[in-house]
């Protein structure tokens, strides 16, 4: 068995567990971040959640790594899966290969690819926004000179920020904060550009199967015995 089929294999049998144990970081992150009255025991496990979880992502790095069978390649080539590993609350988007699997039937994709690209671009968006959401508020909550003052202010400031809008009634201070802001503008400038070129090559195809259906042979020509003028 060639290493891309023990490669395949590996990531096929370890999607559902990965995408679950993403859900799962980001609802303890949510908890930590939000709850702060919460007892002490329930912070412990939500960070407990998070490190299973972490340490399954870094595993499946490493395994992933050696399947390959690329050595010091891997890294280059695979350097978004790296940058995942460092920073968790990317993990999520793993929900959406899940939702791809389930969306298959007999081998082949239910919706038609522009479809699946709008959806899953649509699906990406709201778990980027949320995960971003979060990472900017524990950074802004309380430092000085920040107006970010509540949840519902950062998932306001999210849907400025991923719809490229910036209306800057709110702006991150911190230095981190204006790091993670730097992230959502190129993800929703990226989610963008993949929602508007899917649905403008739709269009395309249908004003051209439209076309098609109403004239499907060209204009009639000149009956036989008959020139141009119709003599």
Not at 216 to 222: D, H, K, N, R, T
Request: contains cysteine; neutral net charge; glycine residues 10%.
């Amino acid at each position: 068995m060639d290493a891309d089929s023990r490669l395949a294999r590996w990531e096929q049998s370890t999607e559902v567990p990965l995408a679950f144990a993403s859900l799962a970081f980001l609802i303890g992150y949510a908890i930590h971040v939000l709850a702060q009255q919460i007892a002490d025991g329930w912070r412990d496990f939500c960070l407990a959640v998070m490190l299973i979880a972490w340490v399954m992502f870094a595993s499946d790095y490493a395994v992933r790594w050696r399947l390959s069978g690329q050595r010091l390649r891997f890294p280059r080539t695979h350097w978004l899966d790296g940058l995942v590993v460092l920073l968790p609350l990317l993990r999520p988007l793993r929900i959406v290969k899940l939702y791809e699997a389930v969306q298959r039937r007999h081998g082949e994709p239910r919706f038609s690819l522009h479809a699946r690209v709008i959806t899953y671009a649509g699906l990406s968006a709201a778990l980027l926004g949320f995960a971003g959401a979060l990472a900017v508020y524990s950074q802004e909550r309380g430092a000085p000179g920040a107006n970010m003052k509540t949840f519902g202010d950062a998932l306001w400031w999210t849907c400025e920020t991923l719809t490229t809008v910036g209306y800057g009634d709110i702006t991150p201070v911190t230095p981190w904060g204006r790091l993670i802001a730097v992230g959502m503008m190129a993800g929703g400038l990226a989610l963008l550009g993949a929602v508007t070129g899917s649905f403008s090559s739709w269009l395309i195809q249908v004003f051209a199967r439209e076309g098609d259906t109403e004239d499907p042979q060209g204009p009639p020509g000149p009956r036989n015995g008959e020139g141009p003028s119709g003599e």
